[in-house]
């Protein structure tokens, strides 16, 4: 396989290096990609970047990810408008754990000469001495060269009404200590690639130039381009923030429904970064999306393929399932199956009502627990819940309501919840305490 033309027909190339495809070609290639470990979790935005790496495995060249313990201490300037905070050794190591556990689900470590390998730029800055640095190493780089990069410019001559604040030195030191982890894995790991997104250009080609200067190597630099939504905003997030591989920060229903709500526009275009079906494939699925587009076919292709990836086919199945819920296909077999944060994550943004075991227990009718002993949250009367009974507008964990005055006598969820439907679109989450 061919990795550059891989990476061009699936809209992932950004730009790279003068003699960078000759390399490829001529040997198998060591390359790498840095990951400060600025959470304890990457998001969906890191993962593209991730299948940079995956689809350099599959080409038959060896992987590298760099999980950033010692630049992740001071924070890396590209793409920012202002300095972040600083995080302690014991966070930083935590979150090193948790993105190298993430990392394992996408490339393999034990497949030959090619397997992925995770290293630590800690390991070889922790005993580098701040004057030592400065003498073996910021003697090859002007400042001048470091001014020139987009990611100090924007930051020092920004426009008058920009909110943007200035640069410390702290943060203009990182392209120089990015560029040293390149000259280090080049010396003692016979690396000759560094990849990245688009927005890292100019802190791999200052790892290039070290290179260049300090040993008189050649190596290379290619980039991605940077996903966006379709607004042209950075891709990644939610209404409630980044869209993260850890499924406790964002559950695997919450997930999985985050692809299946894309846009026609943006799913034609993600699923070649986030998928490794073929161009063939794609092709297909593409053009039968676009005969009948309500059955979202290529949303439906792309959330299945990245949630079984990230997550698990039981965790894709469980998704589907909880889905299914809320456009009334799911029964109460279904309501049964999900595990209980499943279940919260698909009612998480209905009313939920808390009933004290005593009163469901004495509750004489199912009127009676959805009007009075519900505070008149589902209903504000017992003639409104009568009503809508009556002409069969209820239904309590998918049962449809036959009778206003038959007792409550339903079963459970996770032996404490109840789903009540009211009309086509109105649900209410009852836990009963």
Not at 5 to 31: I, V
Not at 102 to 114: A, S, V
Not at 177 to 189: M, S, V
Not at 246 to 266: G, M, R
Request: aromatic share 10%.
């Amino acid at each position: 396989m061919n990795l550059i033309e891989e990476l061009r027909w699936r809209g992932m190339l950004h730009d790279f290096m003068p003699g960078t495809e000759e390399q490829l070609a001529s040997e198998m290639t060591s390359g790498y990609i840095g990951f400060d470990p600025t959470a304890k979790s990457l998001h969906i935005g890191n993962l593209a970047t991730i299948m940079l790496l995956v689809h350099l495995q599959r080409a038959g060249h060896k992987p590298f990810a760099l999980v950033g313990g010692a630049t992740g201490m001071i924070g890396d300037p590209s793409g920012k408008s202002a300095e972040r905070n600083l995080l302690d050794e014991q966070t930083l190591h935590e979150n090193q754990e948790g993105i190298r556990k993430q990392l394992e689900k996408f490339l393999d470590f034990d497949c030959g000469p090619n397997s992925a390998e995770i290293v630590n730029n800690y390991d070889w800055f922790k005993d580098f001495s701040f004057l030592g640095f400065l003498r073996e190493v910021g003697k090859h780089i002007t400042v001048n060269y470091m001014m020139s990069k987009d990611s100090v410019k924007k930051r020092i001559s920004a426009e008058e009404g920009d909110r943007v604040e200035g640069l410390s030195y702290t943060e203009f030191a990182y392209q120089l200590i990015q560029g040293y982890d390149f000259y280090h894995l080049y010396k003692n790991k016979g690396l000759k690639l560094q990849m990245g997104a688009s927005d890292q250009w100019g802190n791999i080609t200052t790892g290039t130039e070290l290179i260049r200067r300090m040993d008189g190597g050649k190596a290379y630099a290619l980039v991605g381009k940077l996903v966006t939504k379709s607004d042209g905003t950075k891709f990644g997030k939610s209404e409630g923030g980044n869209v993260w591989l850890d499924p406790n920060l964002t559950s695997p229903y919450k997930f999985y429904q985050f692809w299946l709500n894309l846009s026609d526009e943006e799913a034609e275009k993600l699923i070649k970064v986030y998928t490794l079906l073929p161009q063939e494939e794609i092709a297909q699925i593409t053009e039968e999306h676009k005969q009948a587009p309500h059955q979202r076919l290529l949303q439906k292709a792309l959330a299945k393929d990245v949630t079984i990836r990230v997550h698990s086919e039981e965790d894709y199945n469980s998704a589907v399932d909880a889905s299914e819920i809320l456009f009334g296909k799911g029964d109460l077999e279904t309501l049964k199956g999900l595990k209980e944060d499943v279940l919260l994550s698909v009612f998480e943004g209905v009313p939920q009502i808390e009933v004290a075991q005593s009163e469901y227990t004495n509750a004489a009718t199912v009127t009676d627990l959805l009007s009075e002993i519900t505070a008149g949250l589902v209903f504000e009367s017992k003639g409104e819940a009568r009503r809508m009974i009556k002409n069969g507008g209820v239904s309590v964990n998918r049962q449809k309501v036959q009778n206003a005055d038959e007792p409550v006598n339903f079963e459970l969820l996770q032996g404490k919840y109840l789903v009540v439907q009211k009309g086509k679109k109105n649900y209410y989450l009852i836990s009963v305490n």
